[in-house]
């Protein structure tokens, strides 16, 4: 079983920047890829970002630009740099975490960019 817990969300005004943290423990040697993903009221859940234990990165292409993952593998930590963010990108952010694909999921975490 993996533990993942989110943090580093809030409210932010549109053109700004957040990072969002999150740490995992326990089976975490089954950790390949990390990754988060999103959701808002009456939106489709949406992957942002995916990146594996090599290091290589993948986005959807509404963030692509303006928002960056990375990892500390020594420390178990997934980050999300989120830069000029608009009203659009207002949801509860999930962090994942699996072997080939995000399989275990944090609580999430809210972020909120008003205009």
């Known amino acids: 079983q993996v533990q993942l817990v989110e943090s580093g969300g809030g409210l932010v005004q549109a053109g700004g920047s957040l990072r969002l943290s999150c740490v995992a423990s326990?089976?975490?040697?089954?950790?390949?890829?990390m990754g988060w993903r999103r959701q808002a009221p009456g939106k489709q859940r949406e992957l942002v970002a995916l990146?594996?234990?090599?290091?290589?990165?993948n986005y959807a292409d509404s963030v692509k630009g303006r928002f960056t993952i990375s990892r500390d593998n020594a420390k178990n930590t997934v980050y999300l740099q989120m830069n000029s963010l608009k009203p659009e990108d207002t949801a509860v952010y999930y962090c994942g975490g699996g072997r080939a694909y995000p399989t275990f999921w944090g609580q999430g975490t809210q972020v909120t960019v008003s205009s």
């Open positions: 990146v594996q234990s090599s290091g290589t990165t």
């Open positions: 326990g089976s975490i040697s089954s950790i390949n890829v």
